[in-house]
């Protein structure tokens, strides 16, 4: 097993990035599914033939508009054309389903197009820019991958045990895509403007002149 620092030029994206290619399959877990993230690897993703997701229970926070870390990225206004393009990739592409509780870990499964295991990536890790190491992470995150396709084989079959037990549902998908397809919509700004003042002068106990 090879250590992944998730800093500098050894990062989870620097190995996930290249072998993101046509064909291909990828398996996640993840306690989170960003925006962000998945702006960095969009044309790998695009390319893949399909992709198994496990995300948390319903009302967990997916986190998808990013952290604090990724106020730059909310900057750019790309996030509608953003949510666009994910929603659309999960209808096409992957396949969801929720776990029973929070997800302490995660894991990323690489496999070709007859889904044999290329390489496993586990740990500390998400599907969010600090995650795959585009932003700053906790220093104390322990990541591996695999470097012989005999671990990469034994340690997909944890992934697959709980694919597996999970309950294939339509309705889980269907959720999360609307979920998605809600930032994609249209808001007039006057809805924009009141949500920003509601969120600035919520706490303070005062009414707003109209």
């Not at 398996?27 to 962000?36: I, Y």
């Not at 996030?79 to 659309?88: F, I, M």
Request: net charge neutral.
């Amino acid at each position: 097993m090879k250590l992944i620092r998730n800093v500098g030029a050894d990062r989870v994206i620097d190995w996930l990035g290249p072998q993101l290619t046509t064909g291909r399959r990828c398996d996640l877990v993840s306690s989170a599914l960003s925006l962000f993230a998945f702006a960095e690897l969009l044309p790998g993703l695009a390319a893949l033939e399909r992709c198994c997701l496990i995300l948390p229970p319903p009302g967990s926070d997916r986190a998808l508009l990013g952290t604090a870390a990724d106020r730059a990225a909310r900057n750019r206004l790309q996030t509608r054309w953003l949510a666009s393009r994910l929603s659309q990739w999960l209808a096409d592409k992957a396949e969801v389903r929720r776990a029973h509780g929070a997800i302490p870990q995660g894991a990323i499964v690489l496999r070709d197009g007859e889904a044999r295991p290329l390489q496993v990536i586990l740990g500390s890790l998400a599907f969010s820019t600090d995650g795959l190491g585009l932003a700053p992470g906790n220093p104390l995150s322990l990541i591996q991958a695999s470097e012989t396709p005999e671990e990469a084989r034994l340690l997909s079959q944890w992934f697959d045990l709980q694919w597996s037990s999970l309950v294939a549902d339509a309705g889980a998908q269907a959720a999360v895509i609307a979920q998605v397809q809600s930032l994609a919509t249209y808001q007039a700004p006057f809805l924009v403007y009141s949500l920003i003042l509601h969120h600035l002068f919520r706490d303070r106990g005062e009414d707003l002149d109209e």
